[in-house]
C-alpha cells in the first residue's frame, strides 16, 4: 500500500466482490448448519434475522441461502443424510449463481438504500414505498415453481413507516416466501420484528481468517499493514478491505502522531491541525472527513478498551503506550463523554452540513481538554 495521507489517490483500487456475486464465505460455518438444520428439519422459518457488525458477510450469507433454496428447495438440509455436503457453497460459474449475481432472478428481490429521484443521491433510508413493493412481489406466484425470496439489506436501515409496513408482512406471511433480514444494529429494530424472525447471530470473524481475506483481495497490501489493518477492522474483512483503500492505516498513525503531545501534557501542532483541516474541502474531502472522525472514534475507543482491559492488540508500534499516557490523564467516564460527545458531533456536521475545518478544530479541542483534565 502507498504510503499516503489517506487521500483518494494515493492508493490502488481495494474492494471485496458485492455479496451477491461472492462465492465464499468464511468463519460462518454454525450459521450455514443452523440453515440447513432447520431445513432439514422441516423447520424453515419464513422469516430470518442476519446480524452482527458491517462487514463481517451477513449479505453474503443472505445471498448463499437464496441460492441454495432457489437450487435444493426443501431439501437443501438433507444432503448429510445422504453423506453429501454440509455447507452451502456454489460456483460462480453454475447459470444460478450468475443470475442472481446479475439481478435477473424473477422470484429474488432485494430491497437497499435507492437513489433519491429529486436529489439524485443515496436515501439515508430505506422507504415505505420500497416495502409495498415487496407486499407485491410476494402476491404473484413464484414464477419458476419454488419459493419467493426477499433480501433486506439492511433492516434497520427502514424509517418508522417502512417498518411498520414490514411488519404486516412478517405478521402474515405468504405462502412459499422467506424474508431475509440484514441488520447491523438490531436493537434499532421494532421488538415486534425481531420477536417474529429466527435470528442468526454472525460473530466477527478471527483476526487471521480477516488477514486471509484481505490478503487474497488485496495482495498489493503489506503484511504489516494487513496486520495493522486487521486488528483496526476488529473482526470484518469489510471494514479492514475499506480501510486499506482509503489508506486507513497511513491516517490513523498520522492521527496517533496529532495527539502523541497530549499524552506529555503538551498542547495539539496547530500546524499539524489546520493542514489536515485544509483537505477536508470538496467532495473528496468530505470522504476524507468521514474517515478521520471514524478514525479518531476508533482511536478513542481502543483506548478506553486498553485502559479497561489492561491489554490491547497494537496496530502499529507504540500505539499502546501513547493509549496509556493519554488515558491516564482523566477518568474513564470523561473519556467515554468525549467519545460521545465528538460522535454526536460528526453526526451533526453531517446533517447540517457545518464547517468541516471548525468540526475537527471543535473535536481535537474536546480531547486537548479531556487530557488537561485531573485524573483525580
Given at each position: 500500500m502507498a504510503k499516503g495521507n489517506?487521500?483518494?489517490?494515493?492508493?490502488p483500487s481495494i474492494a471485496a466482490p458485492p455479496p451477491r456475486e461472492s462465492a465464499d464465505l468464511i468463519g460462518h460455518g454454525e450459521a450455514?448448519?443452523?440453515?440447513l438444520d432447520a431445513i432439514a428439519g422441516g423447520k424453515l422459518h419464513h422469516a430470518w434475522l442476519i446480524t452482527?457488525?458491517?462487514?463481517i458477510g451477513k449479505a453474503t450469507l443472505a445471498y448463499r441461502f437464496a441460492r441454495h433454496l432457489f437450487a435444493h428447495g426443501l431439501e437443501a438440509g438433507a444432503a448429510d443424510m445422504f453423506g453429501g455436503s454440509r455447507d452451502m457453497a456454489m460456483s460462480p460459474e453454475d447459470p444460478l449463481f450468475r443470475r442472481i449475481a446479475a439481478g435477473g432472478h424473477p422470484d429474488l428481490l432485494v430491497l437497499e438504500r435507492e437513489e433519491n429521484p429529486r436529489t439524485k443521491a443515496l436515501r439515508d433510508e430505506i422507504v415505505v414505498d420500497q416495502v409495498r413493493d415487496l407486499a407485491g412481489f410476494f402476491a404473484m406466484t413464484p414464477a419458476e415453481g419454488g419459493f419467493r425470496i426477499a433480501v433486506i439489506d439492511a433492516v434497520d436501515e427502514m424509517n418508522r413507516n417502512a417498518a411498520n409496513a414490514l411488519l404486516k408482512l412478517l405478521e402474515e406471511p405468504p405462502p412459499r416466501s422467506v424474508i431475509l433480514l440484514v441488520a447491523h444494529a438490531p436493537g434499532r429494530l421494532l421488538p415486534t420484528i425481531r420477536s417474529r424472525c429466527r435470528r442468526l447471530a454472525l460473530r466477527p470473524l478471527a483476526e487471521a481468517d480477516v488477514a486471509a481475506?484481505?490478503?487474497r483481495l488485496a495482495p498489493e497490501v503489506p503484511a504489516g499493514d494487513v496486520r495493522g489493518l486487521c486488528r483496526l477492522a476488529d473482526g470484518s474483512p469489510g471494514r479492514a478491505l475499506a480501510l486499506a483503500?482509503?489508506?486507513?492505516?497511513?491516517q490513523y498513525?498520522?492521527?496517533a502522531d496529532m495527539l502523541a503531545p497530549l499524552a506529555r501534557r503538551q498542547g495539539l501542532d496547530l500546524k499539524a491541525v489546520n493542514a489536515l483541516a485544509d483537505r477536508f474541502a470538496g467532495r473528496e474531502g468530505g470522504d476524507l472527513f468521514r474517515l478521520t472522525f471514524e478514525l479518531i472514534g476508533l482511536y478513542l475507543v481502543r483506548m478506553l478498551r486498553l485502559a479497561a482491559t489492561g491489554s490491547i492488540?497494537?496496530?502499529?508500534?507504540?500505539?499502546?503506550?501513547?493509549?496509556?499516557?493519554?488515558a491516564g490523564s482523566a477518568r474513564l467516564e470523561r473519556w467515554g463523554e468525549?467519545?460521545?460527545k465528538i460522535n454526536a458531533l460528526a453526526a451533526r456536521a453531517e446533517a447540517v452540513n457545518l464547517d468541516r475545518r471548525q468540526v475537527l478544530v471543535a473535536a481535537l479541542g474536546t480531547i486537548e481538554r479531556c487530557a488537561r483534565a485531573s485524573a483525580a
Open positions: 489517506g487521500a483518494k489517490g494515493d492508493t450455514e448448519t443452523a440453515i452482527g457488525p458491517r462487514g481475506i484481505v490478503t483503500a482509503a489508506g486507513g492505516l497511513n498513525r498520522a492521527l492488540d497494537e496496530a502499529m508500534t507504540g500505539e499502546g503506550a501513547g493509549m496509556r499516557a493519554l468525549v467519545w460521545e
